[in-house]
T-cell receptor, first 119, second 110 residues
């Protein structure tokens, strides 16, 4: 079946430009996560969406970063006025978390990521 | 807060060698534990998981046992192959957030 799809796979842009990264989660997955993976670093949590609940934005590094999830499915991560330190791989993951119970043994399914390079 | 600590790499082994990648965690409650693998140019894939103490997760010859007494979830494989070369991430899940270790790069030489 279809996995998590991210686009574009690579993005090169000039400093100061805005970028939009897209994530299509697995159909039926209620939870969606964005992470940032910098060279040689682990995964840095950015934001979490679950159903119609307010998203957990606690990981967004600055107000230049924002994300939305329309219709409980596709998500877009937007970075405004990009800086060179924003260069990284941005990973999206989805998971099935039914109802109000946080079923803790459901794994995340990751997309292949978007490699963002800021010149 | 919750955290995951895993051994730093890179780890370089010869084919058929025994592999151990250490992972310890700090968490309130009883998190689920995971190992993810990232092959070059790809996203993360779930390798194995364990949801309660003494559970053993296994997949593709890899194993890890959830040790509550030592708060550890070490990854082992008896005989590595060149195709196992990748970055391995240990992770825990508390309520809904996943906490990842920094990853350990494994390079297996033929």
């Amino acid at each position: 079946g279809a996995g998590v799809s991210q686009s574009p796979s690579n993005k090169v842009t000039e400093k100061g430009k805005d970028v939009e990264l897209r994530c299509d989660p697995i159909s039926g997955h209620t939870a969606l996560y964005w992470y940032r993976q910098s060279l040689g670093q682990g995964l840095e949590f950015l934001i979490y969406f679950q159903g119609n609940s307010a998203p957990d934005k606690s990981g967004l590094p600055s107000d230049r970063f924002s994300a939305e999830r329309t219709g409980g499915s596709v998500s877009t991560l937007t970075i405004q006025r990009t800086q060179q330190e924003d260069s990284a791989v941005y990973l999206c993951a989805s998971s099935y978390l039914p109802g109000q119970s946080y079923s803790s043994n459901q794994p995340q399914h990751f997309g292949d990521g978007t490699r963002l390079s800021i010149l | 807060g919750d955290s995951v600590t895993q051994m730093e790499g890179p780890v370089t082994l010869s084919e058929e060698a025994f592999l151990t990648i250490n992972c310890t965690y700090t968490a309130t409650g009883y998190p689920s534990l995971f190992w993810y693998v990232q092959y070059p140019g790809e996203g993360l894939q779930l390798l194995l998981k364990a949801t309660k103490a003494d559970d053993k997760g296994s997949n593709k010859g890899f194993e890890a046992t959830y040790r509550k007494e030592t708060t550890s979830f070490h990854l082992e494989k008896g005989s590595v192959q060149v195709s196992d070369s990748a970055v391995y991430f240990c992770a825990l899940r508390g309520t809904y957030k996943y906490i990842f270790g920094t990853g350990t790069r494994l390079k297996v030489l033929a």
